[in-house]
């Protein structure tokens, strides 16, 4: 993804009211160098994002975006977010997208290591091209993510339910998957059941019925699965969270990737073994979240 412009923010306190956090924000090079040494989003990964959709220059789903962030910081024991400074913040980058799709991400960190201050800063690029993502599939590979599904409640200082910027593990599962000839991964537990994909969630189809795996097993609710939910839910298809086997991802009609950026990729196979395509379905999926969304 190409650069487009980056944005940092004096962080303000989560109870300040003000007209406007103008002065709080100051455009920099996105290609400068603009983070201390000491920052511990560099050093540890000390730190939660988001990444938005923007299209046309329409930020996608603010409001679930800035509650995950929120949340996300809760877990870590980060300073809570002030949602109206960061609001104004990404109304102010989004001016800089044009036409077609863009990347926005919202960092927030730590920050220098013993200032007691945090870090924070938006950037904005080009979208990626996933067209190919999105009507011809993607292959996924399933990866034993090391702990069973009651986990997450029994060891919550394992942060399984906050987006921290600590993706190693994350883009290491991806280069696997590619090393078993697929293109991208997904996690399961290991007692079996699914849990998300590094970088997306998991939704399938059975029937008239759309099911994912439910965000209480320590994994991110996704927006865009959240968005997606409720237009199938209007357009008269069931939803539900639950638990999801294996070898009912392996069996499902049809299943999707969910992100912000690639939206729904339909998963073309799992562990080599072929799944059905509907294209036309996925191309209507596809149209929704490419349309405005609030």
Not at 130 to 138: E, H, L, M
């Amino acid at each position: 993804m190409a650069l487009r412009s980056a944005l940092r923010i004096d962080p303000a306190a989560s109870v300040e009211r003000r007209e406007s956090f103008a002065d709080t924000f100051r455009a920099i090079d996105p290609f400068a160098p603009a983070l201390p040494v000491g920052e511990l989003s560099a050093q540890r990964g000390d730190g939660v994002f988001e990444s938005l959709g923007v299209v046309d220059a329409h930020p996608q789903e603010v409001e679930p975006h800035l509650e995950r962030l929120a949340h996300s910081a809760q877990l870590c024991d980060l300073p809570v977010p002030n949602l109206a400074q960061w609001r104004e913040a990404i109304v102010t980058v989004a001016r800089e997208a044009g036409r077609g799709e863009n990347v926005m991400k919202l960092l927030l960190s730590r920050g220098v290591e013993g200032a007691d201050a945090p870090t924070a800063w938006i950037t904005l690029a080009d979208a990626p091209d996933n067209t190919a993502a999105r009507t011809d599939g993607v292959r996924v590979a399933t990866l034993d993510r090391g702990y069973a599904l009651d986990v997450p409640a029994r060891a919550p200082w394992l942060l399984l339910g906050a987006k921290t910027l600590s993706y190693a593990t994350n883009m290491a599962a991806i280069r696997e998957a590619k090393r078993r000839g697929a293109d991208d991964a997904v996690f399961v537990s290991s007692d079996g059941f699914v849990l998300e994909a590094p970088t997306a969630s998991v939704v399938l189809r059975v029937g008239q019925r759309f099911v994912t795996p439910a965000p209480s097993v320590g994994i991110l609710h996704g927006t865009t699965q959240v968005s997606l939910f409720a237009h199938l839910e209007r357009r008269g298809f069931a939803t539900d969270y639950a638990t999801v086997s294996v070898a009912e991802l392996a069996d499902a009609e049809a299943a999707w990737l969910l992100s912000s950026v690639r939206l729904a990729a339909p998963v073309s196979a799992v562990d080599g073994r072929a799944l059905p395509i509907d294209r036309a379905f996925s191309d209507e999926l596809n149209a929704y979240l490419l349309s405005p969304r609030d």
